[in-house]
T-cell receptor, first 112, second 114 residues
Framework: NAGVTQTPKFRILKIGQSMTLQCTQDMNHNYMYWYRQDPGMGLKLIYY???????DKGEVPNGYNVSRSTTEDFPLRLELAAPSQTSVYFC???????????FGPGTRLTVL | AQSVAQPEDQVNVAEGNPLTVKCTYS??????LFWYVQYPNRGLQFLLK??????LVKGSYGFEAEFNKSQTSFHLKKPSALVSDSALYFC????????????FGSGTKLNVKP
């Protein structure tokens, strides 16, 4: 199993550009999450999904969109990139709500 | 509101000495608590969790954590630190109302010196 994979590893965007951060898991987990990690801060939940076709907002959803058309994939979309979205983004999955989360390696995004 | 606090940005300990990384939480309902470790340029890795039962939870790599309900704490411990334990440690708690949400502390950097 590859676990949770994220692409790209690094990206630099200009203000106003858009992009999609990809996340794929091969563990058949129902629950998937997107977090952002700012320097010196803990992880903040952006969006989560409890299964294909079902998504909901986390703590900091503004400026982002998600979709979940399959169990495996949970892409995160930035429509109009802003400097405040400079961060490291982590995708995670878990088979159960109470279970441990498996994290991807992260995407480091810089918006200039 | 649900929250997690890690009062120490950094903990320094000599190899072979015991270590403690502190975590306090605020959550409605029964707390579901987790510790994760992050090595440089990597995603978080699970160490241990408390859901119910024994207050002393044992986890990966010789780590353990003590749940204290009266003090709302969940401190991470290890009897004898290794240099390879140097990393960033995060405490997390599950939301007491929305079980799909998790809150993470700001992280504690553990430095173990030879």
């Amino acid at each position: 199993n590859a676990g949770v994979t994220q692409t790209p590893k690094f990206r630099i965007l200009k203000i106003g550009q858009s992009m999609t951060l990809q996340c794929t898991q091969d563990m058949n987990h129902n629950y998937m999450y997107w977090y952002r990690q700012d320097p010196g801060m803990g992880l903040k939940l952006i969006y989560y999904s409890v299964g294909a076709g079902i998504t909901d907002k986390g703590e900091v959803p503004n400026g982002y969109n998600v979709s979940r058309s399959t169990t495996e994939d949970f892409p995160l979309r930035l429509e109009l990139a802003a400097p405040s979205q400079t961060s490291v983004y982590f995708c995670a999955s878990t088979p159960l709500q109470t279970d441990t989360q498996y994290f991807g390696p992260g995407t480091r995004l810089t918006v200039l | 509101a649900q929250s997690v606090a890690q009062p120490e940005d950094q903990v320094n300990v000599a190899e072979g000495n015991p270590l403690t990384v502190k975590c306090t939480y605020s959550v409605s309902g029964n707390p579901y608590l987790f510790w994760y470790v992050q090595y440089p340029n990597r995603g978080l890795q699970f160490l241990l969790k408390y859901i119910t039962g024994d207050n002393l939870v044992k986890g990966s790599y010789g780590f353990e954590a003590e749940f204290n309900k009266s003090q709302t704490s969940f401190h991470l411990k290890k009897p004898s630190a290794l240099v390879s334990d140097s990393a960033l440690y995060f405490c997390a708690v599950r939301d007491g109302y929305n079980f799909n949400k998790f809150y993470f502390g700001s992280g504690t950097k553990l430095n173990v010196k030879p």
